[in-house]
């Protein structure tokens, strides 16, 4: 990866759990954040089922399968259509915007519907 550091997907509660993370998947996520030009900072990425549990994440999460990450969600709207632009071009398509948690949810996880994009 050229720009991420594999700890930045750590499940905070177990140093090195990055490593679990899709290949393919941090593949895309590199392309997309070259590709927007601007940084991803990643506030969530593989988690364990307990810190899955602590942060309230849905049973079932593609966070817990290392399929999916939460990017910091931008003040500045053109840094928002950059990122969320980026990431439709290289081929995600399951996209969630938490507006009052301030993120983007990013996953590529085939056993759920794909071609959405949803609001939190």
Request: cysteine-free; aromatic content about 10%; hydrophobic content about 40%.
């Amino acid at each position: 990866m050229n720009h991420f550091k594999i700890s930045e997907f750590d499940s905070p509660d177990v140093e090195g759990s990055g490593q679990k993370m899709d290949k393919v998947f941090l593949h895309l996520i590199d392309k997309a954040r070259e590709r927007a030009g601007v940084p991803f900072k990643i506030t969530s990425g593989f988690r364990t089922e307990e810190w899955n549990l602590k942060v309230g994440g849905r049973v079932g999460s593609s966070h817990l399968k290392g399929l999916a990450v939460d990017i910091y969600l931008p003040k500045s709207s053109r840094v928002r259509f950059l990122i969320i632009n980026a990431l439709i071009e290289v081929g995600f398509n399951r996209i969630g915007i938490g507006f009052k948690r301030a993120f983007i949810h990013v996953d590529m996880d085939r056993t759920k519907d794909g071609n959405v994009i949803w609001s939190y």
